[in-house]
């Protein structure tokens, strides 16, 4: 269920309109627009699976996700056999997951938001902040650098509001693809939480857009993180209302 624009992860703010990119002309915020462009759609629908590494073996988890702006997604689990028919419903800031196996809805709220998804290196408030970082974040230009040898402008993002699972970011903006293909998210007091890598992008309806991530958790020791993979996704599609019901968890 994490975006769709990844969010929660490939995130960008806006930066002030005296920002100058002195060497194409451009400012900042016209370099973020064309990155929220390239992430952003009004809704999709995208099959990927969720590799989790971990010390001694890694396993693999397959689900479906639609996705309407930033308000609205519904996730269902497909494999494997122990997740099978989970299902995830996102409307708002309300968060609710059905279990087959108890045949119960929870809802998650508060500190359980914190918690990880599925053994993964994500936590449940990363899928939940799928939001527009133009209102979120305060931005600037800190400069370039090469980035596995392409350029790339580096942006640090701090946040307008409270509550936000990060308080500052640092993103690395690839300056052709115009996308951020590397992320680090850290806590108020600087203490870097959680990091992001674009790995692979794809050609998808005329634009670059991120096949494979690899997300980590920076506080867990030895870590090998977890990639999230796209293998399947489509832009502006139809998708009925109805999928965003409760009672489409239990279908």
Known sequence: MIRKRMSSFLLMGVLGATS??????????????????NLSSDNQVFTSRMVVHGR??????????????????FTEYLSPPREAGTKMLKVGKQLRIYSPQTDRVLQISGHMLRQSV????????????????QEAYHAELEGSELLDGRDSWVILLTAKKLGLAYPTRRAWVDKEWMLPMKEEMYAKGGKLLKSALVKEVMNVQGRTYPKVWLFKDELKRNSRGTEWIIDEIAFNVTIPEAMFSKAALRR
Request: hydrophobic share 40%; proline share 0%; aromatic share 6%.
């Open 118 to 133: 599925m053994g993964s290196d994500f936590s449940y408030q990363d899928m939940m902040e799928d939001q527009s970082l």
């Open 20 to 37: 100058i990119l002195r060497s194409q002309g451009l400012t900042a915020a016209q370099i973020l627009d064309a990155v929220d462009r």
């Open 56 to 73: 001694r073996a890694s396993r693999t988890i397959v689900s479906k996700s639609w996705v309407v702006g930033t308000e609205k997604a």
